[in-house]
Each structure stands twice: as structure tokens, then as C-alpha cells.
């Protein structure tokens, strides 16, 4: 396979670009270093990409003009998107950088897939969040997404339907993934689990929220090597795309999978657990959830994945973060002399 790997510098984008080259694919990467978190992660992680000698591009998937020369040089015959603006939170401070990546970033990416010859097959990160309201559980790709919670939801589950019509309009191969809370090594400063770590080891407070009626909220914690296994799959059982120069020979293939882990883990066991990796109590400060956008819960049906992909996760949340637990104290030191933003 040649594959470029939007996103190439992020979490999931580093580990599946290393995954794929260490099996022999071709990986050309793109990323665009933006500051939603610090950039130095994100550069570490550059160094891994180099070490295995993928080549990366510091790039945006907004610029047309390098994506149709990239296009022009590379024949690649799979795409996998996972370039977008994360964090159902900061969706509230700045919604246009959601829609400049999630919505905009898609479709620029889109449009040159469809004008390439031949098409590649395209796999992307859909989320989780999709699911917003819905409250019959697990999780199946069937149930209803038209009730999305926050305005990263919003521009996933939009992100689905611009596939679908791509893949209606144009003969695109399309596989949407909707990853459930992923976490481990290398992973984005941003989220619970990893700004828990900081705090504890600080001996700054952290603060857990709860549900409606004091319920704990609840997380599918999916570990990275489950979730690589899953996006290696997806690109595995790609069918081809069907048109060339922007017109469609014939149906192409149109996926959406959940990958999961399947045993949700409430947030207090989640700290409990890093507490005993860590070695070190929590301070905590327990709140009511505020109105952001966030779930009260998430839960994957993940049988379709098994039965299309092969997918089947095996590590559990209390052997994953002690994976992430050695990788942070390895990388950061006890101290954290690196200022972390």
C-alpha cells in the first residue's frame, strides 16, 4: 500500500503511520502543528516518524494547491484522515477552527481524492460523539446520530454525511471509524486522563465530574494499539474506489464502524487506577457536569467490527494506563522540568 496519513503528527496519526511502515506500506504524512496543544509533543513524536523514516510534511489540508501536487507525485492508493480539531470543550471557545479542519479540511481532502486517477480508498476518524443524546446502550452503528451534543459532534456526524455523498456522488471507497476515548502513550495532553497524571503528580487538585442525579460519568476507554489494529484493518478490507477524474464507474464501498473497547470505566475508577500506578492519592474536587457538550456516557457495540475488520481489543484500562503511566514518567521525569501547557 501507499498511504498518506493526514494528522500524521498526532496521537492516533503517529501511531498508525509507524504501524503501517513497520509492515512495509509506503507512508507519506501530513501535519500542521497547529498550538491546540503543545507543540513540542507533537514534534517528539515527528522524531519517532523519523526514526522509522516516514516522511512528513508540515502542511495543511486546507491548501489545495500542495494537495493536488502531492496527489501529483504519490499515487496513493489509501488515504487515512485523521487530521481534525479534538476536544469536545474548547468547541465553545473556538468554533471556527472545528470548521475549518473537521468541515472544510474534509472536504478540500475530498475534492482531491475524487479528482485523482486512479481514486485512492479512504478511511477517517469519525467519533464517538456522534452518538450525543442517545441513551440506548451499547452503542450500534444503527442507532439515531441526529441529536449530537456538542459542536465537535456536530462536525463529525456532518463529516459522515459529506462522505457519504462523496461516496455517492464520485464512486469514493469510505470507511468512517468512530473512535471511543482513546488513550496510552504519546497521547493528547488535553484529555482526562492525561491532565490527571500532570495534576496528581504535581499535587494540584483535579477536578471529576459527575452526571445528572450524582451518577458517575462513564468513558469506553480504548487503548492506542487496539484502536491502530482497528484503522490497520480498515485500510486492509478497503474495497477500491470506482471513479476516476471525478465521475463514478459503478457503487463503491460505504462503512462505518465503531472501535471500542467495550467495558465502560466511570471516571473514579479511572483515577483510582492511575492513583495506584502512580504511587501518589489525589486531591479531588467533585462537580456537577457542566453544560459543554460532554456525555454523561459512552458504550461500544463493536460486533460489527469483529465480524468485517477482525477487530477484537485486548488490552484493558488498568493494563493501559500502566503502559501510559511508564511512557509519561519516561518522557516528562517526576518533576515535570519541561514546562507542559
Known amino acids: ?55 512528513l510534511i508540515e502542511g495543511d489540508i486546507n491548501d489545495v494547491h500542495m494537495l493536488a501536487k502531492l496527489f501529483d507525485i504519490v499515487a496513493f492508493t489509501h488515504v487515512m ?14 468554533p471556527k477552527s472545528y470548521v475549518h479542519s473537521n468541515i472544510a479540511g474534509l472536504v478540500t481532502l475530498l475534492e482531491a481524492c475524487k479528482n485523482t486517477n486512479p481514486q485512492p480508498a479512504i478511511v477517517w476518524a469519525s467519533s464517538s460523539s456522534v452518538y450525543g443524546l442517545n441513551e440506548k446502550v451499547p452503542f450500534s452503528e444503527s442507532d439515531r446520530t441526529d441529536q449530537p451534543a456538542s459542536l465537535y459532534a456536530a462536525t463529525k456526524k456532518a463529516g459522515e454525511e459529506i462522505t457519504h455523498t462523496y461516496n455517492h456522488i464520485y464512486g469514493l471507497s469510505i470507511t468512517g471509524l468512530r473512535f471511543f476515548t482513546v488513550y496510552g502513550p504519546w497521547g493528547r495532553p488535553d484529555m482526562a486522563y492525561f491532565s490527571f497524571t500532570r495534576n ?69 475508577m479511572m483515577v483510582a487506577m492511575l492513583e495506584k500506578h502512580l504511587k501518589v492519592k489525589a486531591k479531588k474536587h467533585v462537580l456537577d457536569m457542566p453544560g459543554n457538550g460532554d456525555v454523561p456516557f459512552t458504550h461500544a457495540n463493536i460486533s460489527l467490527a469483529q465480524k468485517e475488520l477482525g477487530y477484537k481489543p485486548t488490552t484493558n484500562l488498568q493494563t493501559g494506563l500502566g503502559k501510559f503511566v511508564r511512557w509519561y514518567l519516561s518522557y516528562y521525569g517526576y518533576r515535570q522540568e519541561k514546562s507542559v501547557k
Open 200 to 268: 496528581i503528580l504535581q499535587g494540584k487538585p483535579i477536578t471529576v465530574y459527575r452526571g445528572k442525579n450524582r451518577v458517575d460519568l462513564a468513558r469506553d476507554f480504548t487503548y492506542i494499539d487496539d484502536i491502530v489494529k482497528g484503522c490497520v484493518g480498515s485500510l486492509d478490507t478497503a474495497g477500491k474506489s470506482t471513479g476516476s477524474g471525478g465521475k463514478k464507474r459503478g457503487p463503491a464501498m460505504f462503512r462505518i464502524f465503531n472501535l471500542g473497547n467495550t467495558s465502560p470505566v466511570t471516571v473514579p
Open 1 to 55: 500500500m501507499s498511504v498518506l496519513v493526514t494528522g500524521a503528527a498526532g496521537f492516533v496519526g503517529s501511531h498508525v503511520s509507524i504501524a503501517l511502515k513497520k509492515r512495509g506500506d509506503g507512508v507519506v504524512g501530513i501535519d500542521n502543528f497547529n498550538n491546540y496543544y503543545d507543540p513540542s509533543l507533537k514534534k517528539a513524536r515527528k522524531n519517532l516518524l523519523n526514526l522509522q523514516n516516514v516522511y
Open 81 to 94: 484522515h485523521l487530521a481534525a480539531q479534538a476536544g469536545v470543550r474548547y468547541a465553545m471557545e473556538n
